[in-house]
C-alpha cells in the first residue's frame, strides 16, 4: 500500500528549502541595496545639488548623500556645503550614506576617487587650502594625514560630531561666489 501523504522527511525538506529560499533573496536584497550604497564617482558634468557648479571644474575635497528612495546621490562641489546641508534644522529627508573624498590619498586640484564614509572620516577646520567655495574642510580617512595637512596649512583637526553649524556659514562661500 502507498501512502500519498507527506512524510515528515519530504516535509522538513521542503520546509528547509523554502526557508534557504527566502535567506538567499535576502541575501541579494541585501547586496543590492549594499551595491546602490557604494560611492559614485563623479564625471564631467556632475553637478553640486546646491549650485550646479560642476564638480570636475573645482579643486578640494567633494561630497555625496545618498537619501532614501532616491536612486542617484546629490553631490557637493565642497565639504562646507555638505555639512550645511546636513546640520540645518530644516533637513528632514532620510539619508542612508553619506560620502566624502579621502585627501590623504586624492589629488587636491583634481580629486578624483578615494571615497570614504564621512560619519568616519577626519577633518581640519580653518586651513589656508581651499576649495570650490573658497575656504574649506579638509576631510581625511587617517588622523595622521589630517595632522600633516593641518601642520603644513593651518587649522584645526576634528572629528565628524565635533563639526557644528556655526562652523559651515555659507555666507562667506557661496553667496559670494562670483564663479558661478
Not at 78 to 96: G, H, K, P, S, Y
Not at 143 to 152: G, M, R, S, V
Not at 168 to 180: C, E, K, Q, Y
Amino acid at each position: 500500500m502507498t501512502c500519498s501523504c507527506i512524510t515528515r522527511r519530504r516535509a522538513l525538506g521542503t520546509l528547509g528549502l523554502a526557508a534557504f529560499t527566502t535567506l538567499l533573496a535576502a541575501c541579494g536584497d541585501k547586496a543590492g541595496e549594499a551595491q546602490s550604497l557604494a560611492p559614485v564617482e563623479i564625471d564631467r558634468s556632475t553637478s553640486c545639488e546646491l549650485d550646479g557648479m560642476l564638480l570636475a571644474d573645482y579643486p578640494g575635497p567633494k561630497a555625496q548623500i545618498h537619501y532614501a528612495g532616491q536612486d542617484k546621490p546629490a553631490f557637493f562641489c565642497d565639504t562646507v556645503e555638505l555639512f550645511n546641508t546636513l546640520l540645518a534644522a530644516e533637513q528632514v529627508r532620510a539619508i542612508r550614506a553619506v560620502y566624502v573624498q579621502d585627501m590623504g590619498q586624492a589629488d587636491w586640484n583634481e580629486p578624483r576617487g578615494h571615497w570614504i564614509d564621512a560619519k568616519a572620516g577626519i577633518y581640519v577646520l580653518g586651513g589656508k587650502r581651499h576649495g570650490s567655495m573658497g575656504p574649506t574642510i579638509a576631510s581625511f580617512a587617517q588622523e595622521p594625514d589630517a595632522a600633516k595637512f593641518a601642520a603644513e596649512h593651518g587649522g584645526k583637526v576634528l572629528r565628524f560630531a565635533e563639526i557644528t553649524r556655526d562652523m559651515v556659514d555659507l555666507s562667506g562661500g557661496a553667496l559670494h561666489d562670483t564663479r558661478m
